[in-house]
Nanobody, 124 residues
Framework: QVQLVESGGGLVQPGGSLRLSCVAS????????VGWFRQAPKRERELVAV????????YYGDFVEGRFAVSRDNAKNTVYLLMNSLEPEDTAVYHC?????????????????WGQGTQVTVSS
């Protein structure tokens, strides 16, 4: 059984930073594309950042504009999302996602496995 467990969310002031982590189990992590999507109330789920199995190919949502960085540590079965210069518009539930294969895609429909999500709230 595949499990993805996110952590690192919370309340942060505008302009602040957070690092999200997602630990995966039940799949061959090193062979899997993984990443992050987010969903805000009354909005569609959208791409934040994904990374392929090699760690060399990444895709980011257009809104990221260089503020976020996705990375992975295969030895720890973990994918990270470092978020800087956070804005109130970044408030959402951030979900970790994984595919059964290594190619990364920007579409959420291509991901087989999902975590429960971690809440990120950006507010003063």
């Amino acid at each position: 059984q595949v499990q993805l467990v996110e952590s690192g969310g919370g309340l942060v002031q505008p302009g602040g930073s957070l690092r999200l982590s997602c630990v995966a189990s039940g799949l061959t992590f090193r062979d899997s594309a993984v990443g992050w999507f987010r969903q805000a109330p009354k909005r569609e789920r959208e791409l934040v950042a994904v990374i392929d199995w090699t760690g060399s190919i990444t895709y980011y949502g257009d809104f990221v504009e260089g503020r976020f960085a996705v990375s992975r540590d295969n030895a720890k079965n973990t994918v990270y999302l470092l978020m800087n210069s956070l804005e109130p518009e970044d408030t959402a539930v951030y979900h970790c996602a994984a595919r059964a294969s290594g190619t990364a895609y920007s579409s959420a429909e291509m991901y087989n496995y999902w975590g429960q999500g971690t809440q990120v709230t950006v507010s003063s």
